[in-house]
Every structure is written in C-alpha cells, then in structure tokens.
C-alpha cells in the first residue's frame, strides 16, 4: 500500500513524500517506509539483507563465545563446545 505521511527510505535513506512509496509494519517497532522505485530495484532481495545480518551477528557471536569460553558453568562448556564445533568445520586442529 501506498504511504500516507512522508518518511526516510529504509533502502536509500532519502526522503519518501506521501504517496511516493509503499510503507510496512515492523512488529514492536514501528513503520518504516520506502520509495516505490527502491521497492521494485530491491524486489526479492530481502534474503541478502538478512544474510549479511545473520553473517554479522555470528561473528560478534564468535567473539563473545571466545570470552565466554574463559568463564565457568554451563555456558562456558556450551561455547567452548561451539569453538570446537566451528575449528573442526573450518578443518582446524582443536
């Protein structure tokens, strides 16, 4: 649907005029808006934008479980058992 009130696109971060886009709701957060155009270039890209989420979500996850890993109790095995894990996917010697 078409938007109603102006807005920043969420793809190109310039200014969306009413009616000039297409808006969503995101759960929890609000409504986000972006121009039709941005819309129809990106149309069926939205993988890519999580993939490079989740991609970066692991490694700042790879880190924590690094220090983690330093601690005692049940998460400290559970991360250690996950830098395990990943050492022998990547064909590394634990």
């Given amino acids: 649907m ?3 009130y102006p807005g920043i696109c ?9 009616g000039a886009g297409h808006f ?3 759960p929890y957060r609000g ?25 970066l979500a692991a490694r700042r996850r ?7 890993a330093m601690g ?5 095995q559970r991360a250690r058992r996950r830098l395990r894990e990943k050492a022998m996917a990547e064909g590394a010697a634990p």
């Fill in 31 to 55: 409504w986000r808006v972006q121009h039709a155009d941005c819309a129809i270039k990106f149309r069926g890209q939205a993988g890519v934008i999580t993939k490079e989420r989740n991609r």
């Fill in 24 to 26: 969503e709701r995101l």
């Fill in 62 to 68: 790879h880190k924590s479980d690094e220090e983690r």
């Fill in 10 to 18: 969420y793809r190109c971060g310039e200014n969306v005029e009413a």
């Fill in 2 to 4: 078409r938007n109603r």
């Fill in 72 to 76: 005692t109790g049940k998460g400290a």
